[in-house]
């Protein structure tokens, strides 16, 4: 085995490993890419969800107080 053999053997090799790390990289951002879509997903969700709780809260405080306030008109 000659000195170009063990070039080419090491170039080959490093050529495999970037491919695999530009492999892994991609696959690394579609992941996080698709973690931050289900973040903002549950963020619109829970943001719905407090508007739903504060008006069943306000409807609840209003019929409760409106038995007890009456306006004489």
Same mark, same amino acid.
């Given at each position: 085995?000659?000195?170009?053999?063990?070039?080419?053997?090491?170039?080959?090799?490093?050529?495999?490993?970037?491919?695999?790390?530009?492999?892994?990289?991609?696959? !690394?951002? +579609? @992941? #996080?890419? *698709? !973690?931050? +879509? @289900? #973040?903002? *997903?549950?963020?619109?969700? #829970?943001?719905?969800?407090?508007v739903l709780i504060a008006l069943t809260i306000g409807i609840i405080c209003a019929s409760i107080l409106s038995k007890y306030l009456?306006?004489?008109?």
């Open positions: 085995m000659d000195e170009n053999e063990n070039y080419d053997i090491d170039e080959l090799m490093n050529e495999a490993l970037e491919s695999d790390l530009l492999e892994a990289t991609i696959a !690394i951002q +579609d @992941t #996080l890419t *698709t !973690i931050h +879509d @289900t #973040l903002n *997903t549950c963020v619109n969700l #829970l943001l719905f969800a407090d009456h306006v004489r008109g």
